[in-house]
């Protein structure tokens, strides 16, 4: 089992390395939000050291969301995506080798560049932990969850901006316990762990929803 | 089984036309029993005056935008496990109906927010899952419109539904974790079991007729709907009918 899994999350990440650069154009894009952000609010550090773990976790949910509608429809335009479904595999482990594939490629960038992003943003160096820390264990969650959005708009043409309209209302509780743990890091109103923990709890609980539910869309979607 | 039975659409079609007229009638009755309860006999609120009122309303729409969703969630069991075909029939025509009771809750809180609290909109926990809720009712009405094959758009959809299904809970939970950690101060709400049986009354016969409503609504928006898919299925039979006829008719000229 290992090797055909290996070999999949191999041409996957090959995949998205190469064509089009997906991870610098989210890494980018992430960049672009973070800078418009003191354009509307204003330039007053003291408020952007405030709601920066907020603006860094808005960054990288809007930044995931845009990059996942490649993440079936490529294999789906070219028929990869019905062999997948043909050669006898559980179809619930390729969507979660898919989406760690994809994470590692777009997600993790994100991950890495959230640190440098802080310095912009006058996050201070606990919180800039805190919030890489966040990112870290809550990314992979908004990926899984974007992944059964993708699934679901996956024979569209167009599905990207409705994948994101499907993906936020899921991608909440993500965001909320990402924030409020980075702010429990910094100005702990609470412990640190309680809400980081339930992060951790979510993304586990994305990893089992996501996978499946994506995998059963996947299957109607072929037929 | 009766659930069976009506799996044909026209045995459906034929039920709902027996009972919509009493359904129908019913609910115009309570409603008639319960606004003139509601305004005439309830008394007015020693500090909300008036205002109290629009309580009568308010409630039972938020309660029937969560049956709602249950009820979608029931029919995207069917739709998946069964495989009813009426299932994806009923998930689809109640999505509007919620989202209308889900706008309707936000809007009468929103007038009754203004002179009680004195703003339109507070990001209290309640309030904010109702709104996530409305997003989504409208995601579903999309995932809907976008794809063309009713029974495709139907078994996408009912995937969602119920992954929306898991996801309440958590985030409603996940919204008062929110709430109690940015607001602290929580707005005036009423508690359960000191709600006057004056006010109580006319809030449960309200209640029945939204429900009542409910039901004459999705009915009505079931057999529509599949009025609207035997339409569809005739124009393409007539469309495929019609097209080796051109086709027929150009080759000579060839």
Redesign the interface.
């Known amino acids: 089992m290992t090797s055909w899994a290996m070999a999949l999350f191999q041409r996957d990440l090959r995949l998205s390395v190469r064509v089009g650069g997906s991870a610098l154009v989210g890494v980018l894009f992430f960049l672009a939000v973070v800078t418009v952000i003191p354009f509307g609010v204003g330039p007053d550090l003291n408020l952007l050291a405030r709601i920066g773990p907020a603006i860094l976790w808005i960054g990288a949910l809007l930044a995931t969301l845009l990059g996942l509608d490649r993440l079936f429809q490529a294999d789906r335009d070219d028929g990869t995506l019905d062999l997948m479904l043909m050669a006898g595999r559980p179809l619930e482990l390729v969507v979660l080798i898919k989406c760690l594939a994809h994470w590692t490629a777009t997600g993790l960038p994100l991950v890495v560049a959230a640190p440098v992003l802080g310095i912009f943003l006058n996050l201070d160096p606990v919180s800039m932990a805190a919030v890489t820390a966040t990112l870290l264990v809550g990314t992979p969650a908004l990926t899984l969850i974007g992944a059964?959005g993708a699934s679901?708009?996956v024979?569209?043409r167009r599905?990207g901006l409705?994948l994101a309209?499907?993906g936020?209302?899921?991608a909440?509780?993500v965001l909320?316990?990402g924030v409020?743990s980075a702010?429990a890091a910094i100005r702990d109103?609470?412990p640190f762990l309680t809400?980081f923990l339930?992060l951790c709890a979510?993304s586990l609980?994305a990893a089992v929803?996501g996978p499946i539910?994506s995998a059963?869309?996947l299957r109607?979607?072929s037929d | 089984m009766a659930f069976w039975d009506y799996a044909n659409p026209t045995r459906f079609l034929r039920f709902v036309q027996a009972v919509l007229p009493w359904l129908t009638g019913l609910c115009l009755l309570f409603f008639a029993v319960g606004l003139y309860m509601s305004f005439f006999v309830a008394p007015e609120d020693y500090q909300q005056g008036d205002t109290v009122r629009i309580m009568y309303i308010h409630v039972p729409a938020a309660w029937l935008c969560m049956m709602c969703y249950s009820v979608m969630t029931l029919s995207s069991i069917g739709t998946?496990v069964w495989k009813h075909p009426l299932a994806d029939v009923s998930a689809k025509s109640a999505a509007p109906i919620g989202a209308a009771f889900t706008f309707m809750a936000l809007v009468t809180g929103a007038l009754w927010g203004k002179p009680m609290w004195g703003t339109y909109w507070v990001w209290d926990a309640r309030l904010t899952s109702v709104l996530?809720l409305f997003?989504?009712y409208?995601?579903l009405m999309?995932?809907w419109r976008?794809?063309e094959d009713p029974i495709?758009a139907g078994?996408?959809a009912a995937?969602?539904t119920?992954?929306?299904a898991?996801?309440l809970p958590?985030?409603k939970?996940?919204?008062d974790?929110?709430n109690t950690?940015h607001q602290p101060a929580s707005v005036m709400r009423f508690d359960g079991p000191t709600i006057h049986p004056d006010i109580l009354w006319p809030l449960l016969v309200m209640a029945v007729a939204f429900t009542l409503m409910f039901f004459v609504l999705h009915l009505m928006a079931m057999r529509n709907e599949i009025l609207r898919r035997r339409v569809r299925a005739l124009r393409m039979r007539a469309a495929s009918a019609a097209q080796p006829a051109p086709a027929g008719a150009a080759q000579p000229a060839e």
Do not use: Y
């Open positions: 059964i679901l708009t024979s569209l599905g409705l309209v499907l936020v209302p899921l909440i509780p909320i316990f409020s702010d109103p609470v809400p339930i979510l609980i929803i539910a059963t869309a109607f979607a | 998946l996530v997003i989504m409208l995601g999309t995932l976008t794809m495709k078994k996408a995937v969602l119920l992954v929306g898991l996801n958590i985030i939970f996940s919204v974790w929110w950690l």
